[in-house]
């Protein structure tokens, strides 16, 4: 019986606008009132997280950071993994011998040492997806994440490492596929970290202990709910730690096919509000057994 349902946000529980669609809000709604627990899974940080659902007045516990923090419905923290300060720095000096541009998350906030090629990165990977869309409207939602304060600009990143501040998580960007892959080899070699990605142009690098599903496993233990009972939906790589804990794992079908492939149900794209397509389905599913 499905007790608790994890979702990611970006590619998943958010459509083409980045919005929370009105049936996945009315499914999510539908769920709770059955008794169904709903939490959001996220490589986002808390402050990014929460604006998509305060917008469709949603108040659910998230997991955020890709599993670094649990907070719950309030905002409280409950759970948190970082990386040593030492970690931190190895993978920084990697990221930058590569010359790839990348951004901590820390428990203060994300930062960058770099605004515009992190704006004009954005807008490259963005446009890749929604071609049809106008450069204007992505400019402007590309810069509106450092000009809205998500993010914070710092000269040195290094300052941030030797500051008391607890690092979370690295998001590194490179449009040059063969760049990334060999950071990921350099980076896998140093042990201690898990190293995934939401996307084909990012490398997501937390502490090995910060994966979406410990902290899913963390949480739905301190609820006393079964791993069995759980499903997880997501589109991409930094999902699948979740996918694997869950006994009912559903990618969504703008997912990779390797990422379809280890799941047991594939629903309707992010822009088919797949995942209200899988709530009011695999709920009802159960029901009828």
């Known amino acids: 019986m499905i007790k608790l349902i994890a979702s990611d946000m970006d590619g998943t529980l958010l459509n083409g606008s980045h919005e929370i669609g009105k049936d996945t809000i009315e499914a999510i709604r539908e769920a709770k009132e059955a008794g169904i627990e709903v939490i ?4 986002r940080a808390y402050n990014e997280a929460i604006v998509p659902l305060k917008a469709a007045g949603l108040s659910l516990p998230l997991i955020v950071v890709n599993g670094a923090e649990v907070r719950n419905a309030a905002g409280e923290q409950l759970f948190k993994r970082g990386l040593s300060a030492e970690k931190a720095e190895e993978a920084a000096d990697a990221l930058e011998k590569l010359d790839i541009y990348f951004e901590i998350y820390t428990e203060n906030g994300t930062y960058t040492n770099h605004k515009e090629h992190g704006v004009q990165l954005l807008i490259d990977i ?16 590309a810069e509106s994440r450092y000009d809205d304060g998500h993010v914070n600009v710092v000269d040195d990143y290094h300052a941030v490492f030797n500051s008391s501040e607890t690092v979370y998580k690295f998001l590194a960007f490179s449009s040059k596929p063969e760049k990334l892959k060999q950071a990921k080899e350099i980076l896998s070699e140093m042990g201690g970290l898990a190293i ?16 979406k599903g410990i902290a899913l496993e963390w949480y739905v233990k301190e609820r006393g709910i079964n791993t069995e009972d759980v499903m997880a ?52 599913t159960e029901a009828r057994v």
Do not use: H
């Open 40 to 43: 959001i899974a996220t490589g």
């Open 126 to 141: 963005f446009l890749t997806s929604n071609p049809d869309t106008p450069l204007p409207n992505v400019r402007e939602e």
């Open 196 to 211: 995934s990605s939401s996307g084909k142009e990012n490398l997501e690098i937390t502490s090995v202990e910060a994966q």
């Open 233 to 284: 939906i997501g589109d991409n790589y930094n999902d699948v730690s979740m996918m694997k804990l869950a006994g009912w794992s559903v990618a969504m079908g703008n997912a990779p096919e390797d990422i379809q492939q280890i799941c047991r149900y594939v629903t309707a794209t992010n822009r088919e509000e797949g995942v209200a397509k899988a709530i009011r389905k695999l709920t009802e």
